[in-house]
């Protein structure tokens, strides 16, 4: 899939929810809270925040794994597959949850 292709998805799973807005220009990614919950990296992967539990089962279910930004991996990300980019409603849903997983957060941001 190609970037273009990967944004095209992205925004089209953001869009549906209404929950939130694509922020960044060379990187997309969506925040709440102040709290960063999903991301399109260099390396044209989408990777979103989730619970660990969450993270588990789709490891178990689609062999997702760590997501990584700029060579260091992101705490709580799992890199969507290319099984799962092709399912948009799954990409819907897990930006859902990953808007649900860090809204129970405290408030980011600076201090």
Not at 21 to 50: C, V, W
Not at 57 to 83: H, I, N, Q, W
Not at 101 to 108: H, R
Request: aromatic share 10%; glycine share 10%.
């Amino acid at each position: 899939m190609t970037r273009d292709d990967l944004i095209q998805r992205y925004e089209a799973a953001i869009a549906a929810s209404g929950r939130f807005e694509r922020k960044g220009k060379a990187n997309p990614y969506t925040s709440a809270n102040g709290h960063m919950f999903s991301q399109i990296n260099k390396d044209d992967q989408l990777g979103i925040r989730l619970p660990k539990s969450r993270q588990a089962e789709l490891l178990a279910e689609y062999g997702a794994g760590p997501f990584k930004s700029y060579g260091a991996t992101m705490r709580d990300y799992v890199c969507l597959t290319d099984d799962m980019l092709a399912m948009d409603g799954l990409i819907k849903a897990l930006l859902d949850e990953g808007f649900e997983f860090v809204s129970a957060m405290p408030p980011g941001g600076k201090k």
